[in-house]
Antibody, heavy 125, light 108 residues
Framework: QVQVVESGGGVVQPGRSLRLSCAAS????????MYWVRQAPGKGLEWVAV????????YYADTVKGRFTISRDNSKNTLYLQMNSLRAEDTAVYYC??????????????????WGQGTTVTVSS | SYVLTQPPSVSVAPGQTARITCGGN??????VLWYQQKSGQAPVLVVY???DRPSGIPERFSGSNSGNTATLTISRVEAGDEADYYC???????????FGGGTKLTVL
């Protein structure tokens, strides 16, 4: 079945780095843009980043731009989020999600139709 | 940057109709999505392109979008509809995904 599964979360000290992974299965991964979305404890959803199906276009929320990097390996059906210079306010559940439309134009994103269960990142000393 | 505004909470009795609004500047020209998130679970897409439903979503869920307000309507509300609901758009001006702050639906 169509699914995405996140991994790589954990407890990390402020200023350190962490890399999240998202393994996709059940669909042609290389045809879909992919997202990272996070949710701080007791808060709403916050978009983090999106990457086009071919990896050539990437967009970031202002709160993470310059610190986080989204990437993908279409040969491994895997999405990544490299998180550097982590702060306490980055503490959240991080979700990976698939774009709703295959082979969509790289200047437009259609929203998220498949979500993982999330991986928890805690930034604390 | 583009902002979407939702009421923090909406309450409705079982069997009644719930309407959750999402306000944004000229949102009527954008394509709006709605997600349902039950406690402790990942979000689920319930409406896309303002008013279309993914397969498996009951017809009780419907959407509309005009002017400065998009609306998610849930007819014949059931206890199982109790959840947080988020609206979302793609803002082409900033190349950003934008979420509303979320609305907690309580079934009385």
């Amino acid at each position: 079945q169509v699914q995405v599964v996140e991994s790589g979360g954990g407890v990390v000290q402020p200023g350190r780095s962490l890399r999240l992974s998202c393994a996709a299965s059940g669909f042609t991964f290389s045809s879909y843009a992919m997202y990272w979305v996070r949710q701080a404890p007791g808060k709403g959803l916050e978009w983090v980043a999106v990457i086009s199906y071919d990896g050539n276009n990437k967009y970031y929320a202002d709160t993470v731009k310059g610190r986080f990097t989204i990437s993908r390996d279409n040969s491994k059906n895997t999405l990544y989020l490299q998180m550097n210079s982590l702060r306490a306010e980055d503490t959240a559940v991080y979700y990976c999600a698939r774009d709703r439309v295959a082979a969509a134009p790289k200047y437009y994103y259609y929203g998220m139709d498949v979500w993982g269960q999330g991986t928890t990142v805690t930034v604390s000393s | 940057s583009y902002v979407l505004t939702q009421p923090p909470s909406v309450s409705v009795a079982p069997g009644q109709t719930a309407r959750i609004t999402c306000g944004g500047n000229n949102i009527g020209i954008k394509s709006v999505l709605w997600y349902q998130q039950k406690s402790g679970q990942a979000p689920v897409l319930v409406v896309y392109d303002d008013s279309d439903r993914p397969s498996g979503i009951p017809e009780r869920f419907s959407g509309s979008n005009s002017g400065n307000t998009a609306t998610l309507t849930i007819s014949r509300v059931e206890a199982g509809d109790e959840a947080d609901y988020y609206c979302q758009v793609w803002d082409s001006s900033s190349d950003h995904v934008v979420f509303g702050g979320g609305t907690k639906l309580t079934v009385l």
